[in-house]
């Protein structure tokens, strides 16, 4: 399954969203969220892809299929491993094997290095609350 789940990803972001204006996360919303719940500074997403955008075990079943498609649409490279692995932040061994499964999104003109993986987040309080990408900044 793990295997299969490394391939969701890059499979999803093959979707033509060129055809639509669907975006299932906004530049405002992250540069809002991420210093409020994780505190540091929004980095800068060198590519944008399509993105199912709720990518949770609640959401996907053997064999593997995702489902709820209602937020898909255009977001950073990377946003459906980070939204996994943040649903697994209260789970450590499953976060640490969702860590391991998905590569990092690569900076252009960088090679691909072995410590490109998802870097680890202690949780927190924060951690816990459900962020929801659509919901407009305050």
């Known amino acids: 399954m793990w295997a299969d789940l ?12 060129d055809r639509t204006d669907r975006v299932a996360v906004r530049r405002q919303y992250m540069d809002r969220a991420i210093p ?36 898909w649409g255009r977001a ?26 998905f590569p990092r999104p690569v900076q252009p003109g960088r090679p691909r290095r072995r410590s490109d993986r998802m870097r680890p987040a202690a949780p927190d309080r924060r951690s816990r609350r459900q962020l929801d990408p659509r919901r407009p900044a305050p």
């Open 76 to 101: 950073p490279e990377g946003f459906d491993a980070a939204t996994l692995y943040a649903y697994m932040l209260l789970q450590p061994d499953t976060a640490a094997r969702v860590h391991d499964t």
């Open 6 to 17: 490394a391939g969701v990803p890059e499979k999803v972001s093959t979707a033509e969203t």
């Open 36 to 71: 409020e719940f994780v505190g540091i500074p929004a980095p800068t997403a060198p590519c944008w892809t399509t993105a199912h955008a709720d990518v949770h075990w609640a959401n996907l079943c053997l064999p593997l299929r995702i489902l709820d498609w209602e937020a």
